[in-house]
C-alpha cells in the first residue's frame, strides 16, 4: 500500500511573498459559516494551501444579505486565500476526488453534526485509514458527546444559553447580544491553535489525530475568569467584571469616549487631566470603593467630560490615561496604527473586483508568510483541483 507521503502534490497555486510557518501543508477546508472557514483562513496566512471544498448549493455564509451584489462581505471577509472547488459528496465520483486529496492533506476541517460523517463515509475512523498521518478538527455546536450532541450550534444562540447575554445586559434589564460573531471568531481561533498544536505533535510521534472544537467550549472558554464557583458560595455570586461603571463608555460634548482606569497610576492621571482633584483621596482609592461610590462618580465624570469632544479627550489624555474615542469600523480602513502595522490590503476579486479587507492576525519576523489573495467565488479551481485528484485516482491509491 502507498502512504500518503507518495501523493504529496506541488501546490496548486503560486502565492507571492516570503513563506509561512505553515507553508507546505494542505489544508482541506469542508467548514461553512464562520467558525471553520475563518479557523482554515488563519492557517492560509500562515502559508498553508487551503482548499474550500462546496457542495453545490455553495457555503450558506455566500447567501447572507449583503449591500455587495456579486458577493457576500461576510464570505469574503472569512475566506480569504483558498483555493475553491465544489465537490457533492454524495456523488461517488466526487467522494473519490475527495479521497484522493485526503491522501495530500495533513489537516481536514469540517463543522457537520457529530452524526453526519459517518454517512458521507468521511468520519476520522474512515480517513484515518486513507492518510493515517491527517489531522482532522470537527467543529461542532456542543461537542461530541451528550444529549445536545446532535443539535446545529450558532454563535448567539451559543451566546444566549451560556450567560454571555444576561451579563452583557444592564443590571435588572433585558440580556444583549454581542454582535460580531464573538463565539464563531473565537472558535475559529481554537481551530487554528488546535491543528497547529497537533501538527506540531504530529512531528514527534509521526501520527495524525483527532481535534475536537465546539462553539460551546468556544463560549465557555471566553468566560473563564467567570466560571470560577467556590465551595459555600451562594448561586447568585458577583460574576460580572465590569469596574463599578467608572471603566466604560461616557458621553462627552460630541461622541462618547471608552475610559479605563483602574489601576492607581491611572486613576490619578484620570482625576488630575479631568479637574477632578477631590476624587484623588483615599476614599476612592481603589476599583472596589470606585464601585461602591460610583453613583457619586459617574455623574461629576460626565459633567468634566462635557468640556470636550471625544477626540479632543483623546488627544489631552494621551498616554496618561487608557481610552478611545468610539469610532465606526469605516474609520480602521485609514486608521494611522492599522496603516502602521500593515493590517489592510487590497485584493482583486473576480465579480466584486477590488475591496480593501484584513490581511493576517499573526505577525511573523523571520517567515512572515505569502501575500493574501481574495476569497475564491463559487468553484473558481475547481477544474485544476479535481484534475489533481483524478490524476491521483488513475494513479491508484
Known amino acids: 500500500m502507498r502512504s500518503p507521503s507518495d501523493d504529496r502534490a506541488a501546490p496548486l497555486s503560486e502565492r507571492t511573498g516570503k513563506p509561512g510557518p505553515l507553508s507546505g501543508l494542505r489544508v482541506l477546508d469542508l467548514s ?29 455564509l455566500r447567501k447572507y444579505p449583503s449591500s455587495l451584489e456579486a458577493e457576500s462581505r461576510a464570505f469574503l471577509g472569512v475566506n480569504r486565500s483558498k483555493l475553491g472547488v465544489v465537490l457533492d459528496l454524495k456523488q461517488a465520483d466526487d467522494l473519490q476526488r475527495l479521497m484522493a486529496l485526503v491522501r495530500t492533506a495533513d489537516v481536514l476541517v469540517h463543522n457537520f453534526r457529530p452524526t453526519v460523517p459517518a454517512r458521507l463515509g468521511i468520519a476520522y475512523e474512515q480517513l484515518k485509514l486513507v492518510n493515517p498521518r491527517l489531522i482532522y478538527c470537527a467543529v461542532t455546536g456542543y461537542g461530541e458527546d451528550g444529549p445536545l450532541k446532535d443539535k446545529a450550534g450558532y454563535d448567539q444562540v451559543l451566546q444566549t444559553m451560556t450567560g454571555m447575554c444576561t451579563l452583557q445586559g444592564k443590571p435588572g434589564g433585558a440580556p444583549e447580544i454581542l454582535y460580531g460573531s464573538v463565539v464563531d471568531y473565537y472558535g475559529s481561533a481554537l481551530v487554528a491553535g488546535g491543528v497547529a498544536s497537533a501538527l506540531y505533535e504530529r512531528e514527534k510521534s509521526g501520527e495524525g489525530q483527532y481535534v475536537g472544537i465546539s462553539l460551546l467550549r468556544a463560549a465557555l472558554t471566553m468566560q473563564s475568569a467567570r466560571m470560577v464557583w467556590a465551595d459555600n458560595e451562594p448561586r447568585e455570586v458577583g460574576r460580572d467584571m465590569r469596574s463599578g461603571g467608572i471603566t466604560g463608555i461616557h458621553p462627552t460634548k460630541e461622541g462618547y469616549l471608552y475610559i479605563s482606569a483602574n489601576t492607581p497610576h ?68 485609514d486608521f494611522p496604527q492599522v496603516r502602521s502595522e500593515g493590517m489592510v490590503t487590497t485584493f482583486e476579486h473576480p465579480t466584486v473586483g477590488q475591496y480593501r479587507g484584513f490581511t493576517r492576525a499573526i505577525k511573523f519576523g523571520r517567515t512572515p508568510g505569502p501575500e493574501p489573495f481574495a476569497a475564491p467565488v463559487l468553484d473558481q479551481h475547481g477544474r485544476r483541483v479535481k484534475a489533481e485528484a483524478d490524476r491521483l485516482v488513475s494513479e491508484g491509491m
Request: net charge negative.
Open 32 to 60: 461553512a459559516y464562520i467558525a471553520g472557514p475563518y479557523g482554515c483562513s488563519l492557517l492560509a496566512d500562515q502559508g498553508a494551501e487551503v482548499i474550500k471544498i462546496e457542495p453545490p448549493a455553495g457555503d450558506n
Open 266 to 333: 491611572f486613576w490619578a492621571a484620570l482625576c488630575e487631566k479631568t479637574g477632578l482633584a477631590e476624587l484623588a483621596t483615599e476614599r476612592y482609592d481603589s476599583v472596589r470603593k470606585r464601585a461602591q461610590h460610583q453613583d457619586e462618580i459617574v455623574p461629576m465624570l460626565h459633567r468634566a467630560l462635557a468640556a470636550r469632544t471625544a477626540l479632543e479627550w483623546e488627544a489631552h489624555f494621551g498616554e496618561a490615561v487608557p481610552c478611545a474615542a468610539a469610532r465606526s469600523v469605516e474609520d480602521m480602513f
